[in-house]
């Protein structure tokens, strides 16, 4: 059974699956504590808000209400929708064992799974699903980035507001392994697309050969 927020159907709007019409499935629960974050409502794991499915499904605000919802359940939910990729985000989604639920969702219903984590927290999943790591670094909850998880990415998508968060990444990848196959791809993600942000985000990647990942679904105005 998984904490489930709220499931729907959208475009993803970052780094590389952008312009991908999406199944999101979100998480209740997170311990991380970023002062940026956009879904705090996401954060409590309380049982007395703990709702039946329907409720959950018919959420009209953003609020800490959730579902405790099965496999079985959650599968079926996601084949009432076109969209062919599934996106598991939050709250942190990888402090919940994820491995049962992506390996249904890509061997038994041909999917494809991308989660998008911290980094703060072990990655259980199915071998082929897409991690997106997007890590914070030095949060109030006291929660660390884990060099393993960096290695795991698929990508990795950095929140940037300053250039110390810059420096923060740029220390973290002289810790990953190196690798003989493939670079992890690097996105620079503009907090709020605050104008100072995005032009430093824009310098640092030109200067590094990394990407930039500008929230798409914000400007064709869909969730």
């Not at 409720?55 to 929708?81: P, Q």
């Not at 940037?160 to 791809?185: F, M, N, W």
Request: hydrophobic share 35%; net charge neutral.
């Amino acid at each position: 059974m998984l904490p489930i927020s709220e499931i729907f159907e959208t475009i993803q709007g970052e780094a590389t699956w952008t312009g991908t019409p999406s199944v999101f499935i979100r998480l209740q629960g997170c311990d991380v504590g970023c002062s940026f974050c956009d879904t705090k409502y996401t954060w409590p794991v309380n049982p007395e808000r703990e709702v039946a499915l329907s409720a959950m499904l018919s959420k009209l605000d953003d609020d800490d209400k959730y579902s405790l919802v099965g496999i079985d359940t959650l599968v079926a939910m996601v084949k009432r929708y076109h969209a062919k990729h599934v996106v598991i985000t939050g709250g942190e989604p990888c402090t919940h064992d994820l491995l049962p639920l992506t390996t249904r969702l890509i061997e038994q219903e041909g999917r494809s799974v991308q989660i998008e984590t911290s980094g703060t927290a072990e990655i259980r999943c199915h071998h082929r699903t897409w991690v997106t790591v997007s890590p914070k670094f030095h949060m109030p909850g006291g929660k660390e980035v884990q060099i393993e998880m960096l290695n795991r990415a698929d990508e990795i998508k950095m929140p940037v507001g300053r250039p110390s968060d810059i420096a923060q990444l740029t220390t973290a990848l002289g810790q990953l392994k190196q690798r003989t196959s493939r670079e992890i791809p690097i996105w620079l993600q503009p907090l709020s697309m605050n104008k100072k942000a995005t032009e430093l985000c824009i310098a640092i990647a030109t200067a590094n050969n990394w990407k930039l990942s500008i929230q798409t679904h914000r400007f064709i105005g869909v969730r």
